[in-house]
């Protein structure tokens, strides 16, 4: 299993409505036209969920640059979305549950049918097709799985690479992300039922994900194939994503205040004892998270249980924060462009460099950055804004919302000004 973003629908804004209360009559005590008044309605983002919708996009991008093995242990992306994505779908299913499920579908679905329709004239190009497993029948087949991926969509694993300019396994770089969209899919599926067994059977079904993941990853069974594939993402963040459901819920709230922050660490210890005491091939390489499934569910559910404890709800970002506003909005509205795209921006980067060495100025006096580790960063930054502003309407036209190239959020009026303006 290959770790990727993470997306995440948008949040269902709801409109702050404050109620101006009348006077209250003189024949009232004070107390009680102070119970009289309604108090504010609360609504609109959940900043805090922004903020850590966004560290997790960004947290996979430089995982997917570096591979550094210490990344998922100081931040697990792919456990936090889902946990982020299960506390929304709880928050939907007040409504009905077909039209939620349909609601979550639309914005899923186009975005990758219009990144698979590329992907596909691309891989096609170089050498993909019916006869290239030698199965013509099984190969159309699997085609559905980019219409509704159920199952992970098929791609070229091995292909010519444009006459050397990429890699020969380029499709299968860029097609990491699509594991979660499957995953996703079978959460959004599942999720009134998970929900219902959750408010009638809470720690139950909160913990059974994990203890599935533990079952089925400890070498009784022989996980090979697209079924056993789905079904050990499902279990490894299927902890998460109830316990997102859980907090959305208020399940959270009921805990004695001491609890989280006692339980938490200690089952993220028990994560990582899991995955350092785990056999290695090469003892130089450094143990991954995602490469143990048992220690990935572990840790990941602890670190949630940590974060959603903590969960401050910001309606206003915190002084030190709104700097940021601008890039942590735009990643939340384009956040299904930049998990499909940015590894599509990595691959990319590296020819570019490679045609870079043919330049005198950088072979002479740029070697050093040629070869650094970061370069492929700095260029794939700009090519990930490039495929945001090509793509990303496509999540305004998924949504429903007013087609926007570019969503940077506009700048606030200061008092002053706003006052002038008026």
């Known amino acids: 299993m290959s770790e990727s973003y993470a997306f995440v629908p948008d949040l269902h804004t709801e409109t702050l409505q404050l109620r101006i209360p009348r006077p209250a009559p003189e024949s009232l005590s004070a107390e009680q036209a102070a119970e009289d008044v309604p108090a504010p309605r609360k609504g609109g983002r ?7 919708r966004a560290l997790a996009l960004g947290r996979v991008v430089l995982y997917h640059n570096f591979g550094w093995a210490w990344l998922p242990l100081v931040f697990p992306s792919m456990g936090v979305m889902f946990a982020l994505a299960g506390s929304l779908m709880a928050r939907s299913l007040s409504r009905p549950a077909l039209s939620v499920i349909r609601g979550r579908l639309r914005r899923l679905l186009p975005p990758m049918w219009l990144f698979g329709a590329i992907l596909i004239t691309a891989m096609v190009l170089d050498g993909w097709g019916p006869n290239s497993d030698g199965h013509p029948a099984v190969w159309w087949g699997e085609l559905a799985f980019w219409v509704l991926p159920v199952s992970t969509p098929p791609f070229g694993d091995n292909l010519h690479g444009f006459h050397g300019i990429v890699e020969p396994t380029w499709a299968e770089q860029i097609a990491v992300p699509l594991w979660y969209l499957r995953a996703y899919l079978w959460y959004v599926l599942l999720s009134p039922l998970m929900l219902k067994a959750l408010r009638r059977q809470p720690w139950i079904t909160v913990f059974t994900p994990l203890a599935l993941s533990i079952l089925i990853n400890s070498g009784l069974f022989d996980q090979e194939g697209r079924i056993w594939e789905t079904v050990t993402d499902f279990t490894t963040f299927g902890s998460c994503w109830i316990l997102g459901m859980a907090h959305q819920e208020g399940l959270l709230r009921k805990l004695p205040q001491y609890l989280a922050p006692s339980v938490a660490p200690l089952i993220m210890v028990a994560g990582l004892w899991w995955l350092l005491s785990r056999p290695v091939d090469d003892p130089t390489v450094p143990s991954d998270l995602d490469s143990v499934p048992i220690a990935q569910a572990v840790w990941s559910f602890g670190y949630v249980l940590l974060l959603l404890h903590l969960s401050p709800s910001w309606e206003r970002w915190p002084r030190p924060l ?28 590296i020819p570019i460099i490679d045609r870079l060495w043919d330049v005198d100025f950088m072979f002479q006096h740029g070697q050093w950055l040629l070869r650094s580790h970061w370069f492929p960063l700095m260029i794939a930054i700009p090519l990930i804004a490039l495929f945001v502003l090509c793509f990303g309407w496509m999540e305004d036209l998924a949504a429903k919302r007013s087609l926007r190239l570019f969503p940077w959020p506009r700048r606030q009026l200061g008092k002053r000004r706003a006052a002038l303006a008026a």
Do not use: K, M, P, Q
Request: hydrophobic share 55%; aromatic share 12%; charged share 15%.
């Open 322 to 349: 709104e700097r940021w506003n601008g890039l942590i909005s735009l990643l939340n509205a384009r956040a299904v462009s930049v998990y499909l795209w940015h590894n599509t921006a990595l691959v990319l980067a």
């Open 46 to 52: 959940d900043r805090y969920l922004d903020l850590l």
